[in-house]
């Protein structure tokens, strides 16, 4: 028997965060354990559910994506942080990657790469896509 993911879902609007809840929820062997509207918030509900997986926005209010990334990685080691944002960039995937990130998608590209990325990320892999060829 497969072990079931456990994922948190963080993102500053609600309709991201259903229609995520939408596509992720239906994957066998998935379960969305709790959804996040900020950073702040995000690393609380990290620390208390140790989650699999972290699907983590970049911009978001009170405190964003990349400082929420690195206090995941700090205090939640056995948890594993994807990026999920609009910044196609090789400068904002470094950065997520030295926050301690294991993966990084673009949401332009989401239909493409989002299914694999989890899948990678919860296995331990690093997987990364930009939308763009640079």
């Known amino acids: 028997m497969t072990a079931t993911v456990r994922i948190l879902l963080v993102d500053d609007h609600p309709v991201v965060r259903h229609g995520l809840r939408a596509l992720l929820g239906v994957q066998p062997d998935w379960e969305i354990i709790d959804e996040a509207e ?78 694999e990325a989890v899948e990678a990320v919860s296995q331990h892999k690093t997987f990364t896509a930009l939308g763009s060829e640079y």
Do not use: F, W
């Open 38 to 115: 900020d950073g702040a918030e995000a690393v609380d509900k990290a620390q208390r559910l140790n989650p699999d997986v972290v699907l983590l926005d970049i911009s978001m209010p009170k405190m964003g994506g990349l400082e929420a990334c690195r206090l995941i990685h700090q205090t939640v080691p056995t948890t594993e942080v994807l990026i999920l944002t609009q910044h196609d960039s090789p400068q904002m995937l470094r950065e997520a990657l030295d926050a301690g990130a294991r993966g990084y998608v673009v949401k332009s590209h989401a239909a493409r790469d989002l299914l």
